[in-house]
DNA sequence: TGTTAGCACTCGAATGAAACGAGTGCTAAT
DNA sequence: ATTAGCACTCGTTTCATTCGAGTGCTAACA
């Protein structure tokens, strides 16, 4: 069977509708809000069809028909009209720049879950394939070092780690020499461990600090930040009752929020594969987590410049407003883009 | 009238069945329930006695009993037996200390939320009091200088200083001298304005970085790790009807989970006046803040020398298991503070 | 041939009456 | 002082009924 313009408006108006009222909807109420000047039999007809097409769905018999997932993504994927939105807040919002970077992503959140009335996340960039700027050693105690490590885009890492030996001052100073002048300018991927015995090699008796380093590095520069996700707005999933129908699904929903473990493999899938615009959607069971698969996200990623690169989501039902959801993220990238090449 | 044995009795009865049960308590309940021997009647004229003295409420007419907030209170001030509880899972939990203070304490929340059934939260040690150990400033950029400020029990904090003028190392190293030989050892109020214009004098040309230092210093010490407050298991507030039986109170609650600001005041609140165990229950509108009248929350002080000390709580309906709830807590300090003591 | 009016049918939701039962308060007997 | 007994209250459960939104099908129509 073919899906021709009729078919496709009706497939339209049917969605349209259920986004606004989440109520299954019937033949009769698509024969009058649209302009085709159909009876409510023919549009019954058609969305006979649309069923058998598999886009939409009949909850039980006698009610109306509600999107599928199938539905849903050809809605998302061919019918989308961006109208284009404002979202005043965030233009205030962004221009202080010289806030801590912490305060600043949780109000971002606060803010998207505020304006679409669906939970926000946001991750921290991420530094991938960035530069070491910067390392030090300096001594903290007898037995403790500091390590300090600037990466570009002046995030900082510390670690102390303990030491066996004593160390002077002089030592201390020939170290960071060592270190600053190998390392600096490398991104993560370019220390091999060739490099790390050449080092080593170098540092003499003290070999075993600079392996210890090295490795403080690494996890320095790989853990913590990458998996830090800010969510906002968690209880607007219980303003949707097919979110929250049972206790179960509630808690079970609130808990992947809370511990945000399972918000870190969506994002982490998110960003391997990318799209063109950098705009993705998931609906229902392409999620790939069984605990949202009445969920709907949206995400979108962002750029700062020098490689920093995050992910804003939101978090709504299948029946949340695309349109709405992706003209707000598409106007934020558009500001934080905006916003970065401003401050240059 | 007179709170004799066997009103406090039946009330303790009262109290522990609708603890377990959730559901009002009738007369013919308790009348088996206790060892006391009396038929139902003679429990329901007590009862009513109850009542009139505001120790317990009747939902509606042919309803049983519920304890009241003031009922809750005397139950928690004279009535708790502590039995002696074990955590197991958090005595291996502290073992490994080396871990980043963040996990510890985000598990540590995971344990209690798992081991109640109810919401935990734990905040991060303040450091009031604590001494500066080190400072040092680095130069990342041209225009750029690094502050490493390292404070008593090794919490490192750090800063990225814009600065106008060029500094050579040499001018540098002095900064660094002069910072450490006069801020070492201090604790922030004991830095005072005096001693700021001492410092600048001495720094002379370089007296603009020298107050930025100082501020950075203050800032970074009071501000982030003092309000961050971990918490675990929020959807367990989901599993009790009664705090949940409207989406407006459910939404409330789970807000004040992700938006930690209120538990925040919560805390601090509890600092401030401090009883003797350092264990403090609040019972529903005891509560300070209006969209928890419903809950109540058993915080605990705990103490990891040095001054660090921080805060647990647990939240739950009224109806919590104040025994089993003081009794973890407790345990849980005792651990901690072996824990420290052995590893001093 | 596509569209539509008409109609019987389905089934969840809303309504309401009745029965139930847990619990109370009161009274009179022990 | 305690208790058995009983009438009474009131939320909950159950069940039948009605209601109505919506469907599918058929026959008539343009």
Redesign the interface.
């Known amino acids: 069977m073919e899906l021709d313009e009729r078919k496709c408006k009706i497939l339209q108006a049917v969605i349209r509708n259920y986004l606004e009222t989440g109520e299954p909807v019937g033949s009769r109420t698509i024969s009058k809000y649209t302009d085709l000047n159909l009876s409510s039999a023919t549009i019954r007809n058609e969305m006979s069809d649309l069923e058998e097409m598999g886009y939409i769905i009949q909850p039980h018999t006698s009610a109306g028909r509600i999107p599928s997932d199938k539905g849903y993504r050809f809605y998302v994927d061919t019918m989308l009209e961006e109208k284009e939105r404002e979202v005043d807040e965030l233009k205030g919002l962004l221009t202080q720049k010289d806030e801590?970077m912490?305060t600043l992503l949780k109000r971002v959140a606060?803010v998207l879950a505020a304006n679409t009335n669906y939970a926000a996340m946001i991750t921290a960039p991420q530094y991938r394939g960035n530069k070491l700027?910067?390392i030090?050693l300096?001594r903290?105690?007898a037995r403790?070092l500091?390590a300090?490590i600037?990466v570009e885009g002046?995030v900082?890492k510390?670690t102390?780690l303990n030491v066996d030996e004593m160390l002077d001052d002089e030592t201390l100073l020939k170290l960071n020499i060592l270190l600053n002048t190998h390392l600096n300018g490398l991104s993560i991927e370019e220390i091999n461990l060739a490099m790390i015995s050449a080092l080593k090699q170098q540092a003499g008796i003290h070999s075993s600090i600079v392996g210890e380093v090295i490795d403080a590095v690494a996890e320095a520069i790989k853990s913590?930040e990458d998996l830090k996700i800010y969510?906002?707005?968690?209880?607007?999933i219980?303003?949707y009752p097919e979110l929250?129908d049972n206790?179960e699904k509630?808690?079970?929903l609130?808990?992947v929020?809370?511990?945000k473990q399972t918000l870190t493999e969506l994002v982490s899938e998110n960003l391997a594969d990318e799209n063109g615009t950098g705009i993705q959607v998931y609906i229902g069971n392409e999620m790939p987590v069984q605990s949202m698969k009445d969920c709907s996200v949206v995400t979108a990623t962002y750029e700062l410049g020098e490689g920093m690169r995050g992910t804003i989501g939101i978090i709504g039902p299948k029946r949340m407003d695309y349109d709405k959801v992706v003209g707000t993220l598409k106007t934020l990238m558009n500001q934080l883009d905006t916003l970065y090449h401003k401050e240059e």
């Open positions: 801590k912490d606060r700027k910067f030090q300096s903290v105690d403790q500091l300090v600037v002046n900082i510390n102390i913590d969510t906002s707005g968690a209880n607007n219980l303003k929250t206790r509630a808690s079970e609130i808990n929020f809370e511990e």
